[in-house]
């Protein structure tokens, strides 16, 4: 297995990586942070769970994440580029670990070192719509790592109540130093580990609806500007 130490990278997406990371942690600082939603799930330390969110939303993730559960164990699916190695640096700051990869470059490296995290005890993170997109349509790699592990799915919402928004192919947000930031978990998901090809689509096209409801105010947004 390709590990991310063997995926070579600059020492500019390192440090910057690593700055961008501790930015985000003095923002995190000034943020007010509203969680809702189906939280029981984390009674129970022991039990893993593989959380879903759109690429767009996860600038305050890391902090919000480290600061509400500060003792679970946290992998999250980064791309194999430059943007992903500065990603990766970002995590560390957070205690968060990561692993290289795509759907279009290490793919099948990746969904083995995520299952190998899994094993080891860690929940697992993934964006569905990166690394390129398109925005908000939901890739079939996340139900395929479901079936694998057999992890359940928490699909999540980061509502920035006043953020900039950056002129990326996803419309990256930032929060608003001092601004209200909303965490909203839905109700989690099972995969079987046999489906058929319709069956397959089918929990596909579940999640992918149920975090698009939560961003209807971001597709109204869309909808606008086209």
């Given at each position: 297995?390709t590990s991310?130490?063997e995926?070579?990278g ?6 910057g ?6 930015l985000?942690?003095?923002l ?5 942070v509203e ?7 984390f ?7 593989i959380?879903v ?13 480290r600061g509400l559960?500060p003792q679970?164990?946290c992998v999250?699916?980064?791309?194999a ?6 990603l990766a640096?970002?995590m560390?700051v ?5 692993v290289r990869?795509?759907s ?10 995520l299952?190998?995290a899994?094993?080891?005890g860690?929940?697992?993170v ?7 997109g398109p ?5 079939a790699g996340v139900i ?5 592990t057999?992890?359940?799915?928490i699909?999540?919402?980061?509502h ?20 209200k930031?909303t ?7 099972e ?5 058929t090809?319709?069956?397959f689509?089918a929990k596909?096209l579940?999640l992918e609806t ?6 209807t105010?971001l597709?109204?947004e869309d909808?606008?500007?086209?």
């Amino acid at each position: 297995m390709t590990s991310d130490n063997e995926i070579k990278g600059s020492w500019k997406a390192e440090w910057g990586g690593k700055i961008a990371g501790w930015l985000i942690r003095l923002l995190g600082m000034t943020l007010r942070v509203e969680t809702k939603g189906w939280q029981d799930q984390f009674a129970d330390d022991s039990e893993q769970f593989i959380h879903v969110l759109w690429h767009n939303q996860v600038c305050a993730g890391p902090y919000i994440w480290r600061g509400l559960y500060p003792q679970r164990d946290c992998v999250v699916l980064t791309s194999a580029s430059k943007d992903g190695a500065a990603l990766a640096a970002a995590m560390k700051v957070f205690k968060v670990g990561s692993v290289r990869g795509s759907s279009s470059r290490r793919g099948a490296a990746a969904l083995i070192a995520l299952k190998k995290a899994a094993k080891e005890g860690a929940d697992l993170v993934v964006t569905p719509d990166g690394p390129r997109g398109p925005r908000y349509h939901l890739q079939a790699g996340v139900i395929k790592l479901a079936q694998t592990t057999g992890l359940k799915m928490i699909p999540m919402h980061f509502h920035y109540h006043s953020s900039w928004t950056l002129k990326t192919w996803d419309r990256f947000r930032i929060p608003k130093p001092f601004s209200k930031v909303t965490l909203e978990l839905r109700e989690v998901l099972e995969v079987p580990r046999k489906l058929t090809e319709d069956e397959f689509e089918a929990k596909r096209l579940t999640l992918e609806t149920c975090l698009r409801e939560g961003i209807t105010d971001l597709l109204e947004e869309d909808d606008t500007n086209h």
